[in-house]
């Protein structure tokens, strides 16, 4: 059954250092989202990706924060400068059309 | 904006009993869907059951199954013959059927369930 990958499944990085979390979506789908949970709370929507641009962004996606998509099958997300309270779950997730999304297994950002 | 509430952030049940976890939302849209995803130790989500909100039949998915109530904008899990494999965080989540919005998903809080045996 395919799957939704996401890599590295664990990152500790510095203040301030650059971060790029990978996510290869299941192959057909056309939709693309990245969430972040930081622990013990809810999951919370970060961007939503579509026909090679943004669609939408919540108020946490801000100019520290972008998405791309460079090849067709990864998508990524960039943090530039990471802060202490970046340090979450972040979920990568795609759909085809309509229903349900897919959700990959998550990469836990430290940031120290 | 849609909103979703969990007001159970615990639960917990004997093996072999049912247990209902609630939820209630808020939006102005008439066309939508609304899920149950289940989160394990292992952090992942994974989808329980989808709910569309056109169909009036509640949805079923083997031991799980919603009360779906439009008009009060509630939408409760019913787990039948409860497991300990059942033991997780559960994630009520709303999603508009289209616009610019289509298929952001919006959560809970989260209930904790535990299962004992």
């Known amino acids: 059954e395919p799957e939704v990958t996401q890599t590295p499944s664990h990152q500790v990085t510095q203040m301030g250092q650059e971060v790029i979390l990978r996510c290869v979506p299941i192959s057909n789908h056309l939709y693309f989202y990245w969430y972040r949970q930081i622990l013990g709370q809810k999951v919370e929507f970060l961007v939503s990706f579509y026909n090679n641009e943004i669609s939408e962004k919540s108020e946490i996606f801000d100019d520290q924060f972008s998405v791309e998509r460079p090849d067709g099958s990864n998508f990524t997300l960039k943090i530039r400068s990471t802060k202490l309270e970046d340090s979450a779950m972040y979920f990568c997730?795609?759909?085809?059309?309509?229903?349900?999304?897919?959700f990959g297994p998550g990469t836990r950002l430290t940031v120290t | 904006a849609q909103t979703v509430t969990q007001s159970q952030p615990e639960m917990s049940v004997q093996e072999a009993e049912t247990v209902t976890l609630s939820c209630t939302y808020d939006t102005s849209e008439n066309n939508y869907y609304l899920f149950w995803y289940k989160q394990p130790p292992s952090r992942q989500m994974i989808l329980v059951i989808r709910q569309e909100a056109y169909k009036q039949q509640n949805a079923t998915e083997n031991r799980f199954s919603v009360n779906f109530q439009k008009a009060a904008k509630s939408f409760s899990l019913k787990i039948s013959d409860s497991q300990l494999g059942d033991t997780a965080m559960y994630f009520c989540?709303?999603?508009?059927?289209?616009?610019?919005?289509?298929?952001?998903?919006?959560f809970g809080q989260g209930t904790i369930l535990t299962v004992h045996p």
């Open positions: 989540a709303f999603s508009n059927a289209g616009g610019t919005s289509y298929g952001k998903l919006t």
């Open positions: 997730a795609s759909k085809a059309t309509v229903y349900e999304q897919y």
